[in-house]
């Protein structure tokens, strides 16, 4: 699942190519994807690429008075072809825009359509723009923040973490590598913690994420989720040694998702 240090590579890329191009044409392979039935891709044909910004996991193409949002969900991506080079054909794109200098093919490598597409006069149109909390890597984020997000919560840490109306941008990976820098127990509920937990939580939230933000920076788009997936410390990591303790890391299902844990710094030893 992209999330946002990748998310954010991938809008400062997708900027600094495609700002101020012109759409030449689209193709819409899979009209599922589109969620504004009303405003078809065809009508973005002639506009011009002013920004590409990023909110929380989705990317915010800006065109003047409108904007595309691309809600990259479970697996999508984004792949460039450069006018002259070869396309390639994995994974399947669902629809493609076709601009000076190249095509974006809004790609999706899942056996569902997690990809979405709104067009819209404002991002905060689209609901899961406009219910979007907090992003740790936004410049005020704050250990009041967290606090207001965790305390008093009878659920548990990671599904908080993973709660885009309480911290935007955070997935299924991230909130394990932030809760083992953390030595936090992923099940432990938020009106647990301490101030000290909530505090050693706030800086890992920073830590994590800023550190990979600043690390996948400059990195080309098709190598992202290559990156992001070697840096990893526990998330991917079962069996595998704990680069803190030594210990072994261990995985649990959550949500329906695997996740890891190395139960000597975040558990007291529990195995989950």
Not at 39 to 62: F, N, Q, T, Y
Not at 165 to 192: C, M, Q, T, W
Request: charged share 25%.
């Amino acid at each position: 699942m992209p999330e946002s240090p990748e998310v954010q590579a991938l809008a400062d890329w997708l900027d600094e190519t495609v700002a101020g191009c012109r759409i030449r044409s689209v193709d819409l392979i899979e009209f599922r994807a589109v969620k504004t039935r009303g405003r078809p891709l065809a009508g973005l044909v002639g506009a011009r690429i002013e920004h590409v910004h990023r909110h929380g996991k989705s990317l915010d193409l800006g065109l003047g008075r409108e904007h595309l949002v691309v809600s990259l969900g479970r697996h999508g991506w984004v792949r460039w072809t450069a006018d002259g080079d070869q396309a390639e054909s994995e994974p399947p794109a669902l629809a493609a825009l076709d601009v000076d200098r190249g095509t974006m093919e809004l790609t999706d490598a899942g056996t569902w359509v997690s990809l979405g597409l709104w067009i819209v006069d404002d991002p905060s149109d689209v609901p899961s723009v406009a219910g979007l909390g907090p992003d740790p890597l936004d410049d005020g984020f704050s250990q009041q923040t967290v606090d207001a997000a965790v305390s008093g919560r009878r659920k548990q840490l990671k599904a908080i973490l993973q709660e885009q109306k309480s911290f935007a941008g955070i997935g299924n990976a991230y909130s394990d590598e932030i809760l083992h820098r953390a030595r936090l127990s992923p099940l432990v509920h938020g009106d647990r913690l301490s101030a000290d937990d909530r505090a050693r939580l706030f800086a890992a939230m920073r830590e994590v994420l800023g550190d990979a933000r600043t690390e996948r920076s400059g990195i080309p788009i098709d190598a992202l989720k290559q990156a992001k997936t070697e840096a990893m410390r526990v998330h991917g990591r079962t069996g595998e040694h704990c680069p803190v303790c030594g210990g072994t890391i261990r995985d649990f299902t959550f949500a329906g998702a695997s996740a890891q844990y190395c139960p000597t710094c975040q558990t007291g030893g529990e195995t989950l």
